[in-house]
């Protein structure tokens, strides 16, 4: 449905992409992360033809967005961080005039009153834009999105500024749309891309860092194992006996939990228990607290990333 080919932008000196290539399948819900700068507004915007590439190609249902830049972005509807709201107008207004701005070829009373009532808006649709929540403008920007009925949604930062509750209720609008669109979803939020998507893709420096389902990436097939220890001693001493140990891959520490105690993420390719547990009684230190902890998308988030820093 989305192909991304070999795409490249560059502002000056700054390479902002540098020949990224990625697939969305039709029916999917991508998530797109990456740090702040990383080029993740930059590639949406070229997906979305809003801006050229240098070289590369992007690929909607087919169409190329620049060569047939009329059938591509038809195909697409695109909810920016900050959603386009004309807010001294009714939402009903607002939604008649993208509506025809669009020139879409429906019904227009019928559709836009499908899209209010799938997005739960109906019960506002006479009332000022400005005067509504931050919960009520994503979904107004997210109707305006969905205008026409595109196969593609792409979604930057659809929960920015929301309260708990309504972050829940916009994970579940996008679950339900997911069921009949191809969406990419970019987010700062990682519990976010874990409860909605099914794949990921990661960019940094304007490069692919990684990419694959969640499972995947997560440690379905990963040949390593976590460990969670809180360890009283001096920090360093502490570091320098773990590191020792035959088969840890990586020893991170998170900092004094207690006075006197703290704590480190160990990353090893079998089960060190025992042998934590004995390098520990050969020092003066004494192991507070020892359980398996799995990965979460945070930390692979942070391990992708900061290894592509490296």
Same mark, same amino acid.
Do not use: W
């Given at each position: 449905?989305?192909?991304?080919?070999?795409?490249?932008?560059? !502002?000056?000196?700054?390479?902002?992409?540098?020949?990224?290539?990625?697939?969305?399948?039709? #029916?999917?819900?991508?998530?797109?992360?990456?740090? $702040?700068?990383?080029?993740?507004?930059?590639?949406?915007?070229?997906?979305?033809? !809003?801006?050229?590439?240098?070289?590369?190609?992007?690929?909607?249902?087919?169409? $190329?967005?620049?060569?047939?830049?009329?059938?591509?972005?038809?195909?697409?509807? +695109?909810?920016?961080?900050?959603?386009?709201? +004309?807010?001294?107008?009714?939402?009903?207004? !607002?939604?008649?005039?993208?509506?025809?701005?669009?020139?879409?070829?429906?019904?227009?009373?019928?559709?836009?009153?499908?899209?209010? *009532?799938?997005?739960?808006?109906?019960?506002?649709?006479?009332?000022?834009?400005?005067?509504? &929540?931050?919960? +009520?403008?994503?979904?107004?920007?997210?109707?305006?999105?969905?205008?026409?009925?595109?196969?593609?949604?792409?979604?930057?930062?659809?929960?920015?500024?929301?309260?708990? /509750?309504?972050?829940?209720?916009?994970?579940?609008?996008?679950?339900?749309?997911?069921?009949?669109?191809?969406?990419?979803?970019?987010?700062?939020?990682?519990?976010?891309?874990?409860?909605?998507?099914?794949?990921?893709?990661?960019?940094?420096?304007?490069?692919? /860092?990684? /990419? #694959?389902?969640?499972?995947?990436?997560?440690?379905?097939?990963?040949? *390593?194992?976590?460990?969670?220890?809180?360890?009283?001693?001096?920090?360093?001493?502490?570091?320098?006996?773990?590191?020792?140990?035959?088969?840890?891959?990586?020893?991170? &520490?998170?900092?004094?939990?207690?006075?006197?105690? %703290?704590?480190?993420?160990?990353?090893?390719?079998?089960?060190?228990?025992?042998?934590?547990?004995?390098?520990?009684?050969?020092?003066? %230190?004494?192991?507070?607290?020892?359980?398996?902890?799995?990965? &979460?998308?945070?930390?692979? !988030?942070?391990?992708?990333?900061?290894?592509?820093?490296?």
């Amino acid at each position: 449905m989305i192909e991304v080919r070999n795409v490249s932008k560059r !502002y000056g000196r700054h390479q902002a992409l540098d020949n990224i290539s990625f697939k969305v399948k039709k #029916g999917d819900i991508l998530g797109f992360l990456g740090p $702040n700068g990383a080029g993740k507004s930059t590639t949406m915007n070229i997906i979305t033809g !809003y801006i050229s590439c240098d070289s590369g190609e992007v690929l909607i249902d087919g169409k $190329n967005i620049l060569d047939e830049p009329k059938e591509a972005k038809s195909r697409i509807g +695109y909810l920016p961080e900050i959603p386009p709201l +004309y807010n001294e107008m009714t939402v009903r207004k !607002y939604l008649e005039f993208m509506f025809r701005l669009k020139r879409i070829k429906l019904p227009m009373d019928e559709h836009i009153s499908k899209i209010c *009532t799938d997005l739960s808006i109906d019960d506002v649709g006479e009332r000022i834009i400005n005067h509504l &929540s931050k919960g +009520y403008r994503q979904r107004i920007g997210l109707a305006q999105a969905l205008l026409g009925d595109p196969p593609v949604l792409i979604l930057d930062e659809p929960s920015v500024g929301l309260d708990p /509750a309504q972050i829940i209720e916009m994970r579940n609008l996008i679950r339900k749309l997911g069921e009949n669109h191809t969406v990419i979803l970019s987010s700062h939020v990682l519990t976010e891309i874990q409860a909605v998507c099914d794949n990921i893709v990661m960019i940094n420096n304007g490069k692919i /860092a990684a /990419a #694959g389902s969640i499972d995947h990436l997560m440690g379905t097939g990963r040949d *390593t194992t976590i460990v969670r220890i809180i360890i009283e001693g001096r920090e360093q001493g502490i570091m320098s006996a773990l590191k020792g140990i035959d088969g840890i891959i990586r020893v991170t &520490s998170l900092g004094e939990t207690e006075r006197g105690c %703290y704590e480190f993420r160990i990353e090893s390719k079998k089960d060190i228990r025992r042998a934590v547990s004995r390098a520990v009684a050969r020092t003066d %230190y004494a192991i507070m607290l020892m359980q398996p902890a799995g990965q &979460s998308l945070e930390d692979i !988030y942070l391990e992708i990333i900061s290894g592509n820093n490296n």
